[in-house]
């Protein structure tokens, strides 16, 4: 009985101290409390200041035009950035299975010990420049139906793991668990 008790809390614990989004019919929301855009990462015995700063280690490792893509800053503070990504995604339509692309911004605040991640903007479309609402009716590309009704199961499994990578991603970089010091 005990052991059951103890791997329950652990499971627990672990549930409650995930960082992750679901996608919602209103669009990206946290798991665990569905009424927040974002996200808490817990960053244990780091200060702003320092997590501000691995922040900007983090975008100018992972993205080719660092400045380019940071649309806003406060020093120690705050952080916005774009992300675009060709074909980050393919879903089936119909009989084809047809790639997307996703452009979203990404804002971060610091405080001492964690960094809040809210993606402020997400717009994804297809080569044909058709876009993938998170809710809609008739013909168009929607995630959930009007009636909350899920009808693309796979674009909304497929867009929650790729935004959970990246909080996960920035997470372990920000605690220090990256492979870059395994060489």
């Known amino acids: 009985m005990k052991k059951i008790i ?3 809390l652990i499971a627990l614990n672990f549930q409650v101290n995930a960082q992750n989004y679901k996608v919602k019919p209103e669009g990206l929301r946290d798991a665990i409390d569905s ?7 817990p960053i244990e015995n780091k200060t702003a200041k320092a997590l501000y700063e691995e922040t900007l280690k983090y975008i100018n490792k992972n993205y ?13 503070e705050y952080l916005k950035f774009v992300t675009y990504e060709p074909k980050f995604t393919e879903l089936k339509v119909g ?13 971060l605040n610091f405080k001492d010990g964690k960094v809040k991640y809210e993606v402020i903007e997400i717009e994804i479309k297809n080569e044909g420049d058709y876009t ?6 008739g013909m168009s590309f929607y995630i959930y139906k009007k009636n ?15 935004f959970n990578n990246k909080i ?10 990256t492979l870059e010091d395994k060489w």
């Not at 993938?132 to 009716?137: D, T």
């Not at 996960?168 to 668990?177: A, D, T, W, Y």
């Open 6 to 8: 103890f791997i329950a």
């Open 35 to 41: 009424t927040k855009t974002y996200v808490v990462l």
């Open 64 to 76: 080719k035009n660092a400045e380019e893509v940071i649309n806003g800053k406060v020093e120690n």
């Open 95 to 107: 009989y084809n299975k047809i790639p997307w692309n996703i452009k979203y911004t990404v804002e």
């Open 132 to 137: 993938l609402a998170f809710q809609g009716i």
């Open 148 to 162: 909350g009704e899920l009808k693309m199961p796979d674009a909304k499994t497929n867009i929650e793991e790729y």
């Open 168 to 177: 996960k991603s920035l997470s372990e970089f920000l605690q220090g668990k």
